[in-house]
């Protein structure tokens, strides 16, 4: 499959793309930027500033967004107001990066060091009533996070590993079992991923210009061809969820280098995927 480009280059580093009727459709982030970005039906594209960055987002259950920024969250209010929660940490070489919520409700976001140096890294959760933990170190750059139909596993990244892990998930114990689900070469780069109804995971290979779609049992059995390398994440859309979207970066490009980077892309697959799952306070 080739995707096809559905808006020009509006962003620098376009990650985490999210799909909630509750938007109206798809929104996405320009995370150097600090920009929400959201997709009209005439396809145009609307901007807004949430902070020095924005990683990652997730529709509330009561309205509005939960939005990972540089050094933490902030909630969106159905009203649109903006509240920023205290900040996680106070190193200023370490930002927010990718995230997404759990069967039960709370906000999953990771980190990585803006120099990416090995092991500066966390996934961090964030429960409703605002409580933040820790629950996994020595990531490198922590990335794509998404669950399975059942809710029973929780697929992630951490790029520098080039590697794509599944966990075991429980409200509980939370992730556990950590165990490789496909193993990728040096110069694999797995970036953000979503899981599709029938259980496969697509993931963006930073650099490689592909998004991979891996059976329940860690086979490859499709490939979806983007015409710029730097994808960095992709998620399920449409009315029927059947449409794939696929983000891409402009980051660390001189200017006039390849057209179609920082641009939004779509194709058609041929399997829904799973309506996202809201932060549930």
Do not use: K
Request: hydrophobic share 40%; net charge negative; with cysteine.
């Amino acid at each position: 499959m080739r995707a096809e480009q559905v808006t020009g280059p509006v962003a620098y580093h376009a990650e985490g793309p999210v799909w909630s009727d509750r938007w109206g459709g798809l929104r996405w982030v320009d995370m150097l930027a600090g920009d929400v970005l959201s997709l009209a039906e005439d396809g145009t594209v609307r901007r807004r500033h949430v902070g020095g960055v924005a990683a990652a987002l997730r529709p509330r259950r009561g309205g509005g967004a939960v939005i990972a920024v540089e050094r933490g969250f902030t909630l969106e209010g159905a009203d649109g107001t903006l509240t920023p929660l205290q900040p996680v940490w106070s190193d200023a070489g370490v930002r927010m990066n990718e995230g997404g919520c759990d069967p039960d409700g709370r906000f999953w976001c990771g980190s990585m060091a803006y120099d990416q140096r090995p092991g500066a890294a966390a996934l961090y959760r964030l429960d409703p009533d605002g409580t933040v933990r820790a629950v996994l170190a020595g990531v490198t750059v922590s990335n794509g996070l998404d669950w399975s139909p059942d809710g029973s596993l929780a697929y992630y990244d951490d790029t520098a590993t080039h590697r794509i892990d599944v966990f075991d998930y429980d409200r509980d114990a939370g992730l556990t079992g950590r165990r490789p689900f496909v193993q990728m070469p040096d110069d694999g780069n797995p970036d953000g991923l979503t899981v599709d109804a029938e259980g496969g995971v697509w993931v963006a290979l930073y650099g490689s210009g592909v998004v991979h779609r891996y059976t329940p049992a860690g086979v490859l059995d499709d490939v979806v061809e983007v015409p710029t390398a730097q994808v960095t994440a992709c998620t399920f859309g449409g009315p029927r969820l059947d449409q794939l979207f696929v983000t891409t970066s402009r980051e660390g490009l001189a200017p006039g280098d390849d057209p179609f980077a920082g641009s939004l892309f779509r194709t058609d697959v041929g399997i829904a995927g799973l309506p996202v799952r809201e932060f549930g306070d």
